[in-house]
């Protein structure tokens, strides 16, 4: 076994070797542009983007004509609220969203606020699930998107989206949803799930960094998505800019293993997540489970652990890597607000852990990072005590 242990997957994953290889000649002899269509080098470069578009497609149950690529989920969100509010707003300026959204929607809606966009952040239950009910409430006639997150990067839980779509649908407004941490994870259809856009990336699938894309459902009710990248018209006009060939490759590559493997790595993460769980849970006292203990994801832990800082865990176990309950912008360690979201005290986030599992993950390496937290726990827990006789 070899350290550190990688436990980080909800940040980024490893790049599949398999995807690697077939990358490598679209870095080297393969240097077409994928839209010169008047040459042999053009067209290979066209193929092979088409090829890879089917693969990211038929992953999420879409059309090929419905998938843009971007450069990854924070740009395919950019592109489905900006470009919505911007085609839209002679219905209305309102927007639904929630508030345990990652940045990449909550910056987003920020942006849109100071052009006189009215975004609602609806709240979440203890297990991070919004609740249909509540957003029935705020719809109006001037609503013009709804956004839910598929599955949430910090606590994994898994948003009842079909029943969400399904209302949305039944009042005539849009629905996006950022899938970035579901794609390629669980089973993801963009029919049964009753959304018009949907938004996921490469680097979260075992696929490159920067190449993402956007779901723009071609059929039903009217959707005028504005492009927010003027240019050469590529991506129908939606996403100008010459394609990025090897990640899109890269990222068909990782859809295709996705297909094929899901469902084998869901049932394996699971199995060591639960271990994982278990062998922490069943050694240290006051330690609970953040996050829905069904409808989550399968690769998904996230514990606190009672009495001691999840910053100074991760100093005294530097051999594992893993986010703690601050971490997650780390540019600005504030608390979560994912974790502030379910209604933790500041304490309890401050003593949250995330763990995530991956496709690459052995049971080895579970084995060792319970021994190791169970033993970092203890030993931060004793010396706090210790610390505490000292001042009283
Ligand atoms: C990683 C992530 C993003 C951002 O994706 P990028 O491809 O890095 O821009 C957005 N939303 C969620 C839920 C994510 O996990």
């Known amino acids: 076994m070899k350290l550190p242990i990688y436990l980080d997957n909800h940040a980024t994953t490893m790049v599949d070797p398999r995807v690697v290889e077939v990358m490598i000649p679209y870095l080297s002899e393969q240097y077409g542009n994928a839209a010169s269509n008047h040459h042999e080098f053009g067209w290979k470069a066209g193929a092979a983007v088409e090829l890879a578009r089917n693969r990211v497609a038929h992953l999420i149950g879409a059309r090929n004509d419905e998938i843009v ?3 990854g989920a924070t740009e395919s969100i950019n592109l489905a609220f900006k470009g919505i509010a911007e085609g839209h707003h002679s219905k209305g300026e309102h927007i639904v969203t929630v508030a345990t959204e990652h940045k990449a929607v909550l910056d987003t809606c920020k942006t849109l606020e100071k052009h006189g966009f009215k975004v609602t952040h609806l709240g979440v239950d203890h297990h991070g699930i919004v609740s249909l009910d509540d957003i029935k409430r705020v719809l109006t006639e001037r609503t013009i998107l709804v956004s839910v997150m ?33 794609v390629g994870k669980i089973p993801v259809d963009v029919v049964d799930l009753n959304v018009d856009l949907l938004s996921f990336t490469g680097h979260k699938m075992y696929g490159p960094k920067g190449i993402g894309a956007l779901y ?5 009710p009217r959707m005028n998505l504005i492009p927010q990248m003027d240019g050469g018209g590529h991506e129908r006009g939606l996403r100008s800019g010459t394609l990025n060939v090897p990640a899109i490759v890269g990222f068909g590559k990782a859809a295709e293993l996705a297909d094929a493997e899901l469902n084998d790595d869901a049932s394996r993460t699971a199995a ?28 998904n832990a996230n514990i606190r652990f009672r009495h001691v800082k999840g910053d100074i865990l991760m100093m005294d176990m530097k051999d594992i890597a893993v986010s703690s309950g601050s971490a997650c912008s780390s540019a600005s360690p504030e608390p979560s607000h994912v974790l502030t979201a379910i209604g933790l005290s500041r304490e309890d986030v401050l003593s949250s852990i995330r763990f995530g599992l991956g ?34």
């Open 359 to 392: 496709r690459f993950t052995t049971k080895e390496e579970i084995g060792y990072t319970i021994q190791r937290v169970v033993e970092v726990v203890k030993s931060a827990r004793t010396q706090m005590l210790h610390h505490q006789f000292a001042n009283s």
């Open 150 to 182: 598929l599955a949430n990067n910090e606590i994994g839980t898994i948003a009842p989206l079909a029943q969400i779509g399904a209302l949305c649908r039944s009042r005539d407004v849009l629905f996006h949803s950022d899938a970035s941490q579901a």
């Open 272 to 299: 060591l997540r639960d271990m994982l769980v278990e062998g922490i849970t069943s050694s240290l006292d006051d330690v609970a489970v953040n996050g829905h203990p069904t409808e989550r994801l399968p690769h």
């Open 216 to 220: 723009v459902r071609a059929s039903g």
């Open 69 to 71: 690529f971007t450069s």
